[in-house]
């Protein structure tokens, strides 16, 4: 199950990286991407994703691996938000931490119905915006 799990991480990764690469040099486009794809993984993994994440839950193997995606997801994440933030060294990484739980607290939000996916899509992206951008000339 955790060859599984990881092969769906992967795939996922290589999606992001890939629509990445195609994107416009812009930060809206950029964030529209990081966000969509977030929110696109959590339906692609549907609920054969959540049931194996679930029944590896308190492994120190799965432990390990979510620390690792966690890590390439944050990484990706800074590598493809830097070149729009005038953000001081060194910040533009716990930005992305956040981002990544505000990211994670929207999926929560949108598992239980609380809140529809098109909105936790746009409000990760602003998020992303604001998030990044010192100065509003840096958005677009």
Not at 8 to 28: G, I, W
Not at 30 to 48: H, Q, R, T
Not at 89 to 103: D, E, F, M, Q, S
Not at 122 to 129: K, P, S, Y
């Amino acid at each position: 199950m955790l060859a599984l799990f990881k092969r769906l991480e992967e795939n996922y990764v290589h999606r992001l990286r890939s629509a990445l690469c195609e994107a416009p040099k812009e930060l809206t486009a950029v964030a529209d991407i990081i966000s969509k794809a977030y929110f696109n993984c959590l339906a692609d993994f549907g609920p054969e994703g959540l049931a194996i994440s679930a029944a590896l839950k308190g492994t120190e193997e799965m432990a390990a691996q979510q620390r690792l995606m966690i890590r390439a997801y944050i990484d990706l994440m800074c590598n493809a938000l830097r070149p729009f933030s005038e953000l001081e060294v060194g910040h533009i990484h716990p930005v992305c931490v956040g981002l990544l739980g505000a990211a994670e607290a929207l999926a929560s939000e949108t598992q239980t119905g609380a809140i529809s996916e098109r909105v936790a899509t746009a409000v990760l992206a602003a998020l992303i915006i604001k998030g990044v951008a010192s100065e509003p000339s840096k958005v677009g």
